[in-house]
Each structure stands twice: as structure tokens, then as C-alpha cells.
């Protein structure tokens, strides 16, 4: 099972991140695109945090998560469409994860279902020779780089800097 980089300190600002991705107009946008109206919604998701996060919100109540490894966990229904929202298939970082992740995915789906896999493919070609990390990310209290451990292979660790009362938290995934 993947490590569960989302936890409470996390969920707690996760509607907080800077970025186009979290704009509302493009989160709802996104949504509409994506929307089957009145399709019940179901969720894997790996961390609890991220979970208790979302059951405060307006509309929680329309979505079934069960707690889970998006690459082995079933949920009990087919489905048209099962979407992979902002990089999550990175959160696998092996191959034969991701495999197993599309395998899971494919047998959820209904007969002609749509697999979508929304992800950042990184722009190495600003990576000036030498380097190994972008900056992907930055607002008043908050930066975010990558650092590229293996390019050939094409393995990052995201490395997240908030800051906050007068602290300043670094928190990373792969």
C-alpha cells in the first residue's frame, strides 16, 4: 500500500494551495465537464484526513468514499467514469503500481466507460544543465519546487514550503 502523504496537517490546508488547478471557476468548469447530473459519486481515497476534510463540506453527503489504495481497492459498482484528479497517479510511484492502478480502473468501468488521468507532465526542458529542481509553485506563504532525483526514470520528490503563525513547514512527496 502507498504512504499516505495527506495527512491532517496537510487536509488542513489543502483548500488553501495557490494555483489555476484550485480556482474555483476551474474546479467547477472542470466538474461540469466531467458531471453526469444526478450519477452517484463514488471515491477511493488513502488518507483519512483528506476524508474528514471532505465530509464538512456542502454536497459530501453525494459521495461514497471508501478508504482505500486506489491501485487494489474495489468499490462495489461499475462505473462510465472514473477520473484520477490532479496528479493523484503520482502518489504511485512504480510502475507496476500505476499498471495495477489502470487495472483497477478498467475493471470498474462499464462497457465503453472513460478512464481520465489529469496529471502535470514536467517541463524539464527549463531544467538549465546542471540543475535538478523547478520551482512549480509560489504565493505569500507558500513555495513549492521539484527536484528531479531521476530523470531518465523520471522521478521528482515535490518539496512544499508553508509558512504560517511565524513557522515555517516543509513537507514532501514523490
Do not use: W
Amino acid at each position: 500500500m502507498p504512504v499516505d502523504h495527506f495527512g491532517d496537517d496537510v487536509a488542513a490546508r489543502y483548500d488553501d494551495s495557490a494555483g489555476p488547478e484550485f480556482d474555483p471557476a476551474t474546479i467547477r468548469a472542470t466538474v461540469d465537464v466531467l458531471a453526469e447530473r444526478g450519477v452517484p459519486v463514488s471515491g477511493i481515497e488513502l488518507s483519512t484526513s483528506m476524508v474528514d476534510r471532505l465530509s464538512s463540506k456542502d454536497g459530501a453527503d453525494h459521495v461514497d468514499v471508501t478508504i482505500g489504495d486506489m491501485a487494489t481497492t474495489r468499490v462495489d459498482r461499475r462505473l462510465r467514469l472514473v477520473y484520477l484528479v490532479y496528479n493523484t497517479i503520482a502518489n504511485l510511484d512504480t510502475q507496476d503500481a500505476q499498471v495495477a492502478c489502470f487495472a483497477n480502473a478498467a475493471a470498474h468501468l462499464d462497457p465503453g466507460g472513460v478512464f481520465v488521468v489529469e496529471v502535470v507532465v514536467p517541463d524539464l526542458r527549463r531544467l538549465s544543465p546542471g540543475d535538478d529542481a523547478l520551482v512549480f509553485a509560489h504565493a505569500p506563504g507558500y513555495a513549492g519546487y521539484d527536484r528531479y532525483v531521476d530523470l531518465v526514470g523520471q522521478r521528482a520528490v515535490s518539496h512544499h514550503f508553508v509558512a504560517r503563525g511565524g513557522l515555517v513547514r516543509e513537507a514532501t512527496t514523490p
